[in-house]
């Protein structure tokens, strides 16, 4: 999947996988009702992440977490399609709720597992080039980015995430936290993305969550930032 | 300005007495790191806003005031939780320990299984950390749930308080949520609910003033 894939909706990006030989205007009028969100693979195995991520957490987190939000975003986008068909302005508004926060957990998760790689093979290392440089300007240095971001990690009071993003409007970067699943929208393109809700590290650190945040450094695939960053 | 210094209340039973339906390692860990750790940061903040309060130093007392929220709730909510718990072989686990409130519960709800089905839909339905409680609001019954660790506030009495964060559960339940609060039935202690239910809120927090 291209980052330019990832930046249209779950529902576009699901018809395109489904249907990736018609052109993308007709796919954009007809999958709304048809179309379904679906589980993306994972672009390594389960253990690939190991010993920074556990195989068990990884395919816990893919095929039940992230396939539940898939579902409830299913079910929420079909429910409301149900209720503007019948005029039902009052269900219609009760689905945002569940829009918001099965399609941010869709949309999350599929931006994560490509901001992780195995460590060596892609994931790793420091960032390069126009994001290394944007990175020292914004955050000082590499080694600083990663301190604030923790420390917004450790500052989550509840489930949630922290992002580092792209301000789209004078293209610097920043760091941004949301609480539960609600996704980056509006002026921020998320770029990087680290889950700090339980069950993202539970099982390998319990509550050592200091311990996931440190490690997860890791395994994150800057090739996937810099691309999303646009370099 | 003095303040008192919170400490962890100790757990009525031992750490695999709810087994099998919370497991050893959860109540240690829940116990011993999560409640401690919001122990720790509530005295941590008191302390630091004690001195806010002394150099009249308004902003940095508005700051603090999301981290005594938090780990203040995280402590209230905790406290409160463990004495809603029994072992499932005890006289207390019987909702026969609770006569009063199951009456009114069956006036709410139709009946004990009709409560708990209710309860078990709020509980699924947050979206992220928090808690569930069986409330009472003057005479009325009520569920309600909480986002994170924000505690009951105003004038309700907390009767019975679930916790649905993920750290409560997740060693042993996975991502199967519904089967921890199937399981949790089994170890309600219904003696404290009842004394809860009859009793006003300062009742509910004596545990907490216990702990200063």
Request: aromatic share 10%; hydrophobic share 40%.
């Amino acid at each position: 999947m291209s980052s330019s894939l990832l930046r249209t909706t779950p529902l576009l990006r699901a018809g395109l996988r489904a249907r990736a030989a018609k052109p993308l205007a007709a796919m954009a009028t007809t999958s709304f009702t048809r179309g379904k969100a679906t589980l993306p693979d994972l672009p390594y195995d389960y253990g690939a992440l190991e010993p920074y991520i556990s195989g068990q957490i990884m395919e816990l987190h893919h095929s039940k977490h992230h396939q539940t939000y898939v579902n409830g975003f299913n079910a929420a986008v079909e429910a409301l399609a149900e209720a503007e068909a019948k005029g039902d302005a009052k269900t219609a508004a009760a689905q945002a709720p569940l829009l918001n926060f099965h399609g941010g957990g869709h949309v999350n998760h599929s931006l994560f597992w490509e901001n992780l790689a195995p460590n060596g093979k892609g994931g790793g290392g420091e960032p390069e080039g126009k994001l290394l440089t944007a990175i020292n300007q914004d955050f000082g240095s590499f080694e600083n980015l990663k301190k604030q971001t923790n420390a917004a990690l450790a500052g989550i009071q509840g489930s949630g995430w922290a992002w580092i993003v792209k301000d789209k409007a004078s293209g610097n970067l920043t760091l941004v936290t949301r609480a539960n699943q609600d996704p980056v929208t509006g002026n921020f393109e998320p770029l990087l993305g680290i889950d700090a809700w339980e069950h993202a590290y539970y099982l390998q650190y319990q509550n050592r969550k200091a311990e996931y945040f440190s490690a997860i450094w890791d395994v994150i695939n800057w090739g996937t930032v810099a691309k999303r960053f646009g370099q | 300005m003095s303040i008192g210094t919170f400490s962890l209340p100790a757990l009525p039973y031992a750490y695999n007495a709810l087994e099998p339906s919370i497991s050893r390692q959860i109540m240690e860990l829940h116990h011993s790191k999560h409640h401690q750790a919001y122990v720790t940061n509530l005295n941590n903040a008191l302390k630091t806003y004690s001195t806010a309060i002394t150099a009249n130093d308004v902003p940095s007392q508005i700051a603090l005031q999301a981290a005594i929220k938090f780990n203040g709730g995280g402590h209230i909510n905790h406290s409160l939780f463990w004495r809603n718990l029994s072992p499932s072989s005890s006289a207390d686990a019987d909702p026969a320990s609770a006569p009063t409130l199951a009456a009114e519960i069956d006036k709410t709800w139709g009946s004990l299984d009709g409560f708990k089905e209710a309860m078990g839909k709020a509980l699924l339905g947050l979206q992220g950390s928090g808690w569930g409680w069986l409330v009472k609001d003057g005479n009325t019954l009520r569920i309600v749930t909480t986002k994170d660790q924000d505690p009951v506030v105003g004038g309700e009495v907390p009767i019975l308080g679930i916790d649905m964060w993920e750290h409560a559960y997740y060693l042993q339940y996975h991502n199967g949520k519904a089967a921890y609060v199937e399981n949790i039935w089994k170890v309600i202690n219904w003696a404290t609910a009842e004394e809860r239910f009859k009793g006003d809120r300062e009742d509910a927090f004596k545990i907490l003033k216990a702990a200063l």
